[in-house]
Structure formats: structure tokens, C-alpha cells
Nanobody, 124 residues
Framework: QVQLVQSGGGFVQPGGSLRLSCAVSGATFNNYAVGWFRQAPGKEREFVAARSWSGDSSYHANSIKGRFTVSRDSAKSAVYLQMNGLKPEDSAVYYC?????????????????WGQGTQVTVSS
């Protein structure tokens, strides 16, 4: 059974940094992808970033490009979202999710396994 357990998040002032972690277990797919999504109150869920486990493909939304970076630690089976230059509009609940086939990295319907979500609040 695939499980994703998130950690990190919290409160930070504008311009600050946070790192979200997503520990993946039970994934036996050859080359899956892990994506990051966020949802702010009253807004639709936004696809923020994603990375294939092999690292040969990645995606970063325009809204976070140049500020957020997805990376992984294969030894820990973990994927990270490093968030720099945070803005108040980045405040949301952030979710990681796994897609069994990174060929479909950008197909959000294929992200079938989800973490529990973590709150990020950016405010002065």
C-alpha cells in the first residue's frame, strides 16, 4: 500500500523560506512521479510542481518558478519542496501526491496517492 507522509510547513514572514517533506513508502512502480499541490480557502487546488523519481522530468508552475524547487533523497524515499521568497499568496494547505507513471507527469488525474496535507501561512 502506497503511503505518503508529509512534514514541514508552518508560519513564516514574507520573503522567508520553508521546506516541505514527503516520505513515500510502498511504491513499487518503476518510475513514478511525486507532485506538490496547494489549496487556499475558496480557491481551486493548484498543481504547483512535480518531479519524476528518476529526475528526468519535472514541472514548476509559473506562479512559483524560480522560487520553489522539488528534489528527492532516494536513500530516504523522500521528496522535498524547498520554498524560498515566500509571499502571502503562497499561503495554503500543501499536499504531496504520487503518480504511478511519470510519463504522465502533467496529468493531475493520475496522482492517485495523497499525503495528509500541511498548512503554510505567509504573513507579516
Amino acid at each position: 500500500q502506497v503511503q505518503l507522509v508529509q512534514s514541514g510547513g508552518g508560519f513564516v514572514q514574507p520573503g522567508g523560506s520553508l521546506r516541505l517533506s514527503c516520505a513515500v513508502s510502498g511504491a513499487t512502480f518503476n518510475n513514478y512521479a511525486v507532485g506538490w499541490f496547494r489549496q487556499a480557502p475558496g480557491k481551486e487546488r493548484e498543481f504547483v510542481a512535480a518531479r519524476s523519481w528518476s529526475g528526468d522530468s519535472s514541472y514548476h508552475a509559473n506562479s512559483i518558478k524560480g522560487r520553489f524547487t522539488v528534489s528527492r533523497d532516494s536513500a530516504k524515499s523522500a521528496v522535498y519542496l524547498q520554498m524560498n521568497g515566500l509571499k502571502p499568496e503562497d499561503s495554503a494547505v500543501y499536499y504531496c501526491a504520487a503518480n504511478p507513471d511519470s510519463t504522465w507527469l502533467l496529468d493531475i488525474t493520475r496522482y492517485a496517492y495523497w499525503g495528509q496535507g500541511t498548512q503554510v501561512t505567509v504573513s507579516s
